[in-house]
């Protein structure tokens, strides 16, 4: 696997999850990660996604500043820190790498799945009401 997450669980709405997803950094080579989520009927969406080069960052307006990606490239982790959580935030998440294409405008790539070829298992966010 190149790309591991982990952290999802299970929260009570105002409750705070951090999920790391951890790179394979001595074989994959990556411009952005960004963290997707879908949930049961709906369509996936991005949610934000961080540069590795300079740590750039987008986030999506629903998450915006209840959510803070960081990433450590040290040790080839990314992390989504969820705070303020409501129950709409209830999905699968999932990170990916762009290892293509060099972050030129971040908010048009974050938001093309189709940039990002190399995806993790996904890990469970629910959020009671």
């Known amino acids: 696997l190149l790309l591991v997450e982990s952290g999802g669980g299970l929260v009570q709405a105002g409750g705070s999850l951090r999920l790391s997803c951890v790179t394979s950094?001595?074989?994959?080579?990556?411009?952005?990660i960004a963290w997707f989520r879908q949930a049961p009927g709906k369509e996936r969406e991005a949610v934000s996604c961080?540069?590795?080069?300079?740590?750039?960052?987008y986030y999506a307006d629903s998450v915006k500043g209840r959510f803070t990606i960081s990433r450590d490239i040290t040790n080839g982790t990314v992390a989504l820190q969820l705070n303020n959580l409501k129950a709409e935030d209830t999905a699968t998440y999932s990170c990916?790498?762009?290892?293509?294409?060099?972050?030129?405008?971040?908010?048009?790539?974050?938001?093309?799945?189709?940039?990002?070829?190399?995806w993790g298992q996904g890990t469970q966010v629910t959020v009671s009401s």
């Open positions: 990916a790498a762009d290892t293509y294409f060099p972050p030129t405008h971040l908010p048009f790539q974050c938001n093309r799945a189709s940039l990002f070829t190399t």
């Open positions: 950094t001595s074989t994959l080579d990556y411009h952005i």
């Open positions: 961080i540069s590795k080069r300079d740590g750039a960052t």
